[in-house]
């Protein structure tokens, strides 16, 4: 019975729904392609990018670089002004380590920020 009610319902629905005429298009035609000009996805400004390369490379890799760079007193500045942000938004909570747990490390990543013209703006740790 299920069958049958299926039948009717197909039946029904191909006399609702008139047949589409196949198109005479010939099967050897190119497609079509659009005549809108195409533009590039990156920005023709790409000096932008060359300045914010050359200025990385003078970021210290380590607390230790840091430390030893004439820019020492920011750094120890941008590290506490990130430990005091972490803090107040409690980011962490101070546990007591169990004996035998695996404690996870973490690394500071230095970043000195500049201004449109190329002037350091801030450093950020």
Known sequence: PVVEHEREVQQQISE?????EA???PENEPLRRSKRARRSAISSDYRVYNTEIAHMEGDPTSYEEAMRSPHSSR??????DETKSMSSKDVWDLEEIPKGAKTMGCKWVYKTKYDPNGNVEKYKA
């Open 75 to 80: 750094w120890v500045e941008a590290m506490e």
């Open 16 to 20: 609702e729904v008139p047949e589409v």
């Open 23 to 25: 198109q005479n298009v």
